[in-house]
């Protein structure tokens, strides 16, 4: 595998975790791009193809971007390079209730 | 920016300059594909509806689906061919796609007496469309224009990665000149209808969002489906929460504004990013799109598919390399390259975007080319 290319992709410059695009092991490095941004994390878990890592830390409660939407919250806090994925981050499942309170 | 194509009495601009032959009712659907094999380049669509034993709301859903479709801007001359006794009366059909001022015709089978003389005047008074048609020439107009439906189909981990959010920046660009994009499939909603109607242009098009989320939910409830939960598929390829699997879908529409929220197969009446109440199968869904008036389809895939549309092009854009190596006869543009690292989304948007100006020019897409013509009408049960 080349070592300049990327393993995981940011889809949103708003976004606060990557998606891996290749199964990443623990340790290893995740070289993330997305448009005029690159990085590369050391990776504290393992992060399956298609799965989430955070790119940086991310505090409890805090929201979780992905498409440069709020996709859920975190349950802990959550360190750079970590798994995310449903043992760490809940849906706000939001509703009729979720339109409260916003500006249109 | 411009593109080539077709005017039309109603000030509709076509990408295609078809002539259809649109059976009313199930049993005038071989005499309407005799009448098209006998004209070169006529198409025509086969279906199961039209008898009498409809609802009224699914009788009305029917008649305003055929409307529409012969309606479309791609479609330059229309044969309506009825049997004579169904519910879908072949005059009114066609009553309702002379309103656009093209040319549109009629025949029942029971009143000229038998298929062969129907066929016969069905190939006589479409000789003389071909003849008309054949002498349009395309026109520039702008890409306000156009109006793109936004289809998703065979869907897997990668379509959300790389597929969708290319359609999402080529969709943003097609609105930022003024054009028309179309988000559907209501059940794909469900879990990210909030994120929708933060993006609704007020809080009555805010309030349509969330309703027809609810009634499709609701809908799913009455069949035992909960849409709220995550498949362990879903799990394992990596999505952790409703949100996140919607926004998978949504954002074939990009960062617009949402506009105006319309029934299955009604024609919008604004300009932006509009949503179609849909349910989640593909064939139905572009079929109301295209009822509705748009000209071209995109549809994004991770599993690969080869639908097509009789009367409007439909521009594939597969999601990984590896169902697009394997399926390029039916796949317009690899958007693997995102995950290959050899793009950006960015890049994958903007080549969807110069593909849709390509073909609204004329550029046959795959699915053209292999003649597919893909048609169905949803009907409500109630």
């Known amino acids: 595998m080349n070592k300049e290319k990327h393993n995981a992709i940011l889809i949103d410059p708003k976004d606060n975790v990557a998606v891996a695009i290749d199964n990443l092991k623990k340790g290893q490095m995740a070289r993330v791009k997305g448009d005029n941004y690159f990085d590369e994390i050391t990776l504290a878990q393992d992060i399956p193809f298609g799965h ?11 929201e979780i971007i992905k498409y440069g939407e709020v996709i859920g919250a ?11 994925h449903e043992h ?10 979720a339109k409260q309170g916003k500006e249109f | ?58 009788a009305d859903q029917i008649r305003r689906t055929m409307i529409g479709y012969g309606s479309n801007p791609n479609v330059g001359a229309c044969i309506v061919v009825g049997l004579g006794c169904e519910q879908m009366v072949a005059e009114d059909i066609a009553e309702g796609i002379a309103r656009t001022g093209k040319p549109v015709e009629s025949i029942v089978i029971q009143k000229v007496g038998g298929t062969i003389k129907a066929v016969s005047q069905g190939v006589t008074i479409g000789q003389k469309m071909l003849e008309d048609l054949s002498k349009q020439k395309r026109q520039e107009f702008d890409l306000s224009n156009l109006s793109f439906a936004l289809e998703c189909g065979g869907s897997d981990t990668t379509s959300g990665i790389s597929a969708n959010p290319a359609l999402g920046v080529a969709s943003d660009l097609l609105i930022r000149e003024g054009g028309t994009s179309i988000l559907s499939e209501t059940s794909e909603i469900v879990g990210a209808e909030h994120l929708m109607a933060r993006r609704a242009i007020n809080e009555e098009v805010a309030e349509q969002i969330l309703d027809i989320v609810h009634r499709a939910e609701q809908g799913g409830f009455k ?47 604004k ?72 793009s950006t989304v960015q890049e994958v948007g903007q080549q969807i975007f110069q593909e849709l100006i390509d073909v609204s020019n004329g550029k046959l897409t795959k699915s053209e080319q292999l003649g597919f013509g893909d048609f169905s009408i949803y009907r409500p049960l109630v």
């Open chain 1, 52 to 62: 989430k890592l955070a790119l940086g830390f991310i505090q409890e409660d805090e």
């Open chain 1, 74 to 84: 975190a349950m802990q806090n959550i360190e750079k390079g970590e798994h995310v």
């Open chain 1, 88 to 97: 760490n981050i809940i849906g706000i499942r939001g509703k009729r209730e």
């Open chain 2, 1 to 58: 920016m411009i593109f080539n194509g077709y005017q039309r009495p109603d000030d509709s601009v076509g990408v295609r300059n078809h002539l259809l032959v649109l059976p009313s009712v199930v049993c005038s659907n071989d005499t309407a594909r005799l009448i098209a094999e006998q004209l070169h380049g006529a198409v025509y669509v086969t279906h199961e509806h039209g008898c009498g034993s409809h609802y009224l709301s699914s």
């Open chain 2, 223 to 269: 069949q035992g489906v909960d849409m709220s939960n995550l498949s362990p598929g879903n799990r394992e390829g990596g999505l952790s929460t409703v949100e996140e699997k919607s926004l998978g879908n949504i954002h074939k529409g990009g960062t617009s504004s949402v506009q105006e929220v319309v029934e299955y197969a009604v024609r919008p009446s």
């Open chain 2, 271 to 342: 300009k932006g990013l509009i949503i179609m109440d849909t349910p989640g199968y593909d064939i139905e869904s572009i079929t109301a799109m295209v009822a509705g008036g748009t000209q071209v389809v995109a549809f994004t895939t991770g599993r690969g598919t080869p639908v097509g549309c009789p009367i409007a092009p439909v521009i594939k854009i597969c999601g990984n390399s590896s169902t697009y190596n394997k399926m390029q006869d039916n796949i317009d543009i690899n958007a693997g390259v995102i995950i290959d690292g050899l």
